[in-house]
């Protein structure tokens, strides 16, 4: 196992550490909320904010770790201080000479991936890290390592805001200049916070709603459905043989059909319904208060309006088509309608088919 190093500038940073007057802290739900998007957004069952002192790692806000230990000589984290302009990413911790003997690793269920970003103060100084942590081998998309980057100075501004908080308290009198900068960092964080949270319900590729923005939209609809009466379909819709695409034109190529077709379902969802992107190149489509009927006529031109696309490449769509029934529920509809676009593969794509 390598011990970590100590920073070229250990005390000037650990003195910067200390002006933060943070270490042995209450929890606090500001950093607490951060550790949670961050595990969301990355989809680990682990996450913490890390503060490196002289001799221990001490934990300002984690989820999913039962008794984090402190220890310095097994902490990732104290490696990623060494480099305050760079994440520290390991996608398998046995494979990596730092870390393959430390025992937070070589035991049962031990730690397999890690990912830290550094916490740095404006003077420059690493005072720890945003840290994500699973007990299987993995790598980050490019959007989860942006908002990983991202989350990560959001936890320096809040250190910024509690340490301002401290000196503003002692040497300010005047109130309403007070709670003017109070409010400024407050309503520069809840922004921040929107949009991220924002970012786990929109697909980076496409732009449409994700699968999760989906399942909520889907739920809703059904509530207002069963008030009200009015009848409600979902489509799912899959690209054809989209694999070929991909190995014969490459990835690029395959982004940029995905692209088009959700711009395409897009504009025709518009100020009727909502079009999201499921996963790889499945595409859901709700559509409230239409008949079965009007939304097969939908899903026809939709279809159809596949082959018009372009892209320069020859390319078609199946499409399962539910509408509600009596004592369906969002699941057992979406299956229904899943179901139907597996019969649609099975006999032979490019087509749209009804559930039964």
Known sequence: MSRPLEPDNEEERLAALRSFDILDSDPERAFDDLVRIAAAICDVPMAAVTLIDRNRQWFKAQVGMDNPDPSLETSFCAHTILSPGAMTVVPDATRDARFADNPLVTAGNGIRFYAGAPLVTSDGFALGALCLVDAQPRQLEPFQLTALDALSRQVSQLLELRRVSRQLSHQLRERGWYEQQMQLYQDQLEQQNA??????????????????????????????????????????????????????????????????????????????????????????????????????????????????????????????????????????????????????????????????
């Open 195 to 356: 949009d991220l949270s924002e970012q786990t319900r929109t697909d980076v590729l496409t732009g449409l709603p994700n699968r999760r923005a989906f399942a909520a939209a889907l739920e809703a609809a059904m509530r207002k459905a069963e008030e009200s009466g009015e009848p409600l379909a979902v489509a799912v819709l899959d690209v054809d043989h989209f694999k070929t695409i991909n190995d014969l034109h490459g990835h690029d190529e395959g982004d940029r059909v995905l692209v088009a077709l959700a711009d395409m379902l897009k504009s025709q969802s518009a100020g009727r319904g909502l079009a999201a992107r499921y996963g790889g190149e499945e595409f859901v489509i709700l559509m409230p208060g239409a008949k079965c009927d009007e939304a097969r006529l939908q899903c026809e031109y939709m279809r159809q309006s596949v082959g018009l696309l372009p892209i320069g490449l020859p390319v078609s769509v199946s499409i399962g088509l539910a509408d509600r029934q009596g004592g369906d529920t969002a699941e057992t509809m979406f299956r229904r309608a899943d179901q139907a676009l597996y019969e649609a593969k099975r006999s032979g794509r490019d087509r749209v088919v009804v559930a039964t």
